[in-house]
């Protein structure tokens, strides 16, 4: 049975629709989310592809900039007031005048392009306005929460503290909670212990470096400016059956959690969630190999919990208005530039793997989905070094200063040659016993952090290498400029 607010959440995103579909006929429009876990890449990305957008480039496989149908892009004032620029101008400069990555941002942001481009089969040109939409991955996994009861979600959320390695850095706040009484009289004090102690131990589980995935809350972790908000004071309890008593810590605590889903899930479902058109969600796939096949099982955790949100956006809320939206979602690996070209395939496949598995296990439909291997900003170069009889593929690149490996320091300024070893062949390897990654040398300079490329400049504008940000942006809008 749908509630009022079902029915209510329904109506608004009917009119938004219908509103924004009568926009749609005068200037078609598409919207790309752009998402993934806090270093994904998601910040690079954006700066990466508006900048060729805007700029031209080396873009072979983008059929419509290739084939120089694209005339002209410009950034055009947002749709949104009340959503923050994405600072694409402030992001470009740290990256070609500074060569400093840009500073990470834990806020959703936005940018509006116009394309005006020639259709391939019309004289008349068109023109595409393209919104693209930045936003954390954390968020996306709260979307499930909007069909889960405060009960259901006790006891799953309890259930995973009390699994594998989780179990220890539960410890703290299971401790707590085994002195909380729910059907007692409600008490505030109680409630932000539990709310800190539970917060940290999803902290705890973030940082870990093999158990890269989330839980919801997505907000306890990116607060932005609801922190300390009742909205984000409360926590799992162990609950008996039934109902809550009035008064009682459940009661609070399973009004908090409704709340937590009107003040936060349903806006950003309604505002920015249900509007996308299409969705690129980044990887940051190296960190995981190179920790074991555990974080490979847990990405593909992750995955499906992405997916599962996609599909729950779809079937949350039951309308015939409301048309599921995005028809394309793209995977991408980042940071491929950490690795010679003969990997970059092997990546994507280990990719594919993951995502079929994630599919499965999502029971996911709908939506095309594509996978690739990329690096928005290529930060290194390939060389072959001679080490006695054997050559080696390596890639050249200026580690970021303070950087170390093997007991040697890095000051920002020098270039090294880095053998970053090969994937395996069979995707299968990454899923069974291995120990991190076989490097081609002794010294393993596989976490090296290198800063981003010297730039040359073609009549002015800086020119951004990548790897394969093409193949992303024919799937992500080649068909919207045929
Ligand atoms: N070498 C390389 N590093 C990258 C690339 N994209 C991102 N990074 C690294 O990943 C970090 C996080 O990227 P960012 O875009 O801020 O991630 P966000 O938190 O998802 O927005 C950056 O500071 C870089 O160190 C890339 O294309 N190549
Ligand atoms: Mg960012």
């Known amino acids: 049975m749908p509630t009022l607010t079902d029915i209510t959440e329904e109506i608004r995103l009917a009119a938004r629709a219908f509103g924004e579909f009568g926009a749609g006929l005068i200037s078609p429009t598409v919207r790309l989310g752009v998402t993934g876990?806090?270093?994904?890449?998601?910040?690079v990305f954006i700066t990466a592809l508006v900048h060729h957008l805007l700029h031209g480039g080396r873009l072979p496989v983008f059929e419509a900039l290739a084939g120089g149908?694209?005339?002209?892009?410009?950034?055009?004032?947002?749709?949104?007031?009340?959503?923050?620029?994405?600072?694409?101008?402030?992001?470009?400069?740290?990256?070609?005048?500074?060569?400093?990555?840009?500073?990470?941002?834990?806020?959703?942001?936005e940018l509006r392009l116009a394309i005006d481009y020639q259709p391939a089969k019309s004289r008349r040109n068109r023109t595409l306005t393209l919104d693209i939409v930045d936003y954390p991955g954390e968020w996306l996994l709260d979307l499930p929460l909007l069909t889960t009861s405060y009960a259901q979600w006790s006891a799953e959320t309890l259930r995973l503290s009390r699994s594998g390695p989780r179990a220890l850095l539960a410890a703290p706040w299971h401790k707590q909670l085994a002195t909380?009484?729910?059907?007692?009289?409600?008490?505030?004090?109680?409630?932000?212990?539990?709310?800190?102690?539970?917060?940290?131990?999803?902290?705890?589980?973030?940082?870990?470096?093999?158990?890269?995935?989330?839980?919801?809350?997505?907000r306890f972790l990116m607060p932005g400016d609801l922190a300390g908000s009742?909205?984000?004071?409360?926590?799992?309890?162990?609950?008996?059956?039934?109902?809550?008593?009035?008064?009682?810590?459940?009661?609070?605590?399973?009004?908090?959690?409704?709340?937590?889903?009107?003040?936060?899930?349903?806006?950003?479902?309604?505002?920015?969630?249900?509007r996308l058109?299409?969705?690129?969600?980044?990887?940051?796939?190296?960190?995981?190999?190179?920790?074991?096949?555990?974080?490979?099982?847990?990405?593909?955790?992750?995955?499906?919990a992405i997916l599962g949100s996609f599909r729950t956006g779809r079937a949350s809320i039951v309308s015939a208005l409301f048309r599921p939206r995005i028809d394309r979602i793209l995977f991408a690996a980042t940071k491929a530039d950490h690795l010679h070209h003969a990997n970059h395939d092997r990546l994507e496949r280990v990719l594919?793997?993951?995502?079929?598995?994630?599919?499965?296990?999502?029971?996911?439909?709908?939506?095309?989905?594509?996978v690739v291997a990329l690096a928005a900003v290529r930060a290194t170069r390939e060389a072959t070094v001679a080490r006695g009889r054997d050559k080696l593929?390596?890639?050249?690149?200026?580690?970021?200063?303070?950087?170390?490996?093997?007991?040697?320091?890095?000051?920002?300024?020098?270039?090294?040659?880095?053998?970053?070893?090969?994937?395996?062949?069979?995707?299968?390897?990454?899923?069974?016993?291995?120990?991190?990654?076989?490097?081609?040398?002794?010294?393993?300079?596989?976490?090296?952090?290198?800063?981003?490329?010297?730039?040359?400049?073609?009549?002015?504008?800086?020119?951004?290498?990548?790897?394969?940000?093409?193949?992303?942006?024919?799937?992500?809008?080649?068909?919207?400029?045929?």
């Open 180 to 218: 909380l009484d729910p059907t007692k009289a409600a008490d505030e004090q109680a409630a932000l212990q539990s709310a800190r102690l539970f917060t940290a131990y999803l902290n705890a589980c973030r940082n870990e470096r093999y158990a890269m995935r989330l839980l919801p809350p997505g």
């Open 393 to 482: 593929q390596a890639i050249i690149g200026t580690p970021l200063a303070g950087e170390s490996i093997g007991g040697q320091s890095f000051d920002g300024a020098t270039e090294v040659a880095a053998f970053p070893g090969d994937l395996p062949d069979d995707p299968d390897a990454l899923f069974a016993p291995f120990k991190g990654l076989t490097a081609a040398d002794e010294t393993d300079y596989r976490f090296l952090r290198f800063r981003p490329p010297l730039t040359e400049r073609m009549d002015g504008a800086p020119i951004l290498p990548h790897i394969r940000l093409d193949r992303a942006l024919q799937f992500l809008l080649g068909d919207r400029l045929a």
């Open 230 to 274: 009742p909205a984000l004071t409360f926590a799992p309890l162990e609950l008996p059956n039934g109902e809550a008593p009035a008064g009682s810590l459940w009661a609070m605590m399973e009004r908090r959690y409704e709340s937590y889903k009107d003040v936060v899930v349903r806006p950003f479902y309604r505002e920015h969630f249900a």
């Open 37 to 43: 876990l806090s270093g994904a890449g998601k910040t």
């Open 277 to 304: 058109d299409r969705q690129i969600v980044l990887v940051d796939a190296l960190a995981a190999f190179n920790a074991g096949p555990d974080a490979v099982k847990d990405l593909e955790g992750a995955l499906a």
């Open 69 to 109: 149908r694209i005339a002209r892009a410009r950034l055009e004032p947002q749709p949104d007031d009340a959503v923050p620029r994405f600072d694409y101008e402030a992001h470009l400069r740290a990256l070609t005048q500074e060569r400093r990555w840009p500073e990470s941002t834990t806020r959703i942001s």
């Open 352 to 370: 594919s793997r993951i995502t079929e598995r994630a599919i499965g296990r999502a029971k996911f439909a709908g939506a095309q989905i594509d």
